[in-house]
Nanobody, 125 residues
Framework: VQLQASGGGLVLPGGSLRLSCTAS????????MAWFRQAPGKGRDFVAG????????EYGESVKGRFTISRDNAKKTIYLQMNTLKPDDWAVYLC???????????????????WGQGTQVTVSS
């Protein structure tokens, strides 16, 4: 499956953005999906994950209560609503897809077979 992320941009601290990630070329309904982010010079950090029917979600500690992951299987798209953005949220945000059964967590990069190209989120005044 191919993934295309969009929705990034420049936002003031305290502002909001909604990212989208649309899949093509495969079966989307059964995929576990996630968002990761990578700041300059740093590793890839888990942001949020969601299972195929939206019954299970998981968030990284630094975004809990501020970010919300959701999906629309009819549109083959997942979303990341980001509120109360901070300068520390500045990163390239990448979406990822996994076809394996849910193993109890979404947070490890090795669980994912497909990655999108990323969308830049800049939080600055």
């Amino acid at each position: 499956v191919q993934l295309q992320a969009s929705g990034g941009g420049l936002v003031l601290p305290g502002g909001s953005l909604r990212l989208s990630c649309t899949a093509s070329g495969g079966i989307f309904d059964t995929l576990g999906m996630a968002w990761f982010r990578q700041a300059p010079g740093k590793g890839r950090d888990f942001v949020a994950g969601i299972n195929w029917n939206s019954e299970i979600t998981e968030y990284g500690e630094s975004v809990k209560g501020r970010f919300t992951i959701s999906r629309d299987n009819a549109k083959k798209t997942i979303y990341l609503q980001m509120n109360t953005l901070k300068p520390d949220d500045w990163a390239v945000y990448l979406c990822a897809a996994q076809s394996s059964y849910y193993t109890g967590t979404f947070k490890y990069t090795h669980l994912y077979e497909s990655w999108g190209q990323g969308t830049q989120v800049t939080v600055s005044s």
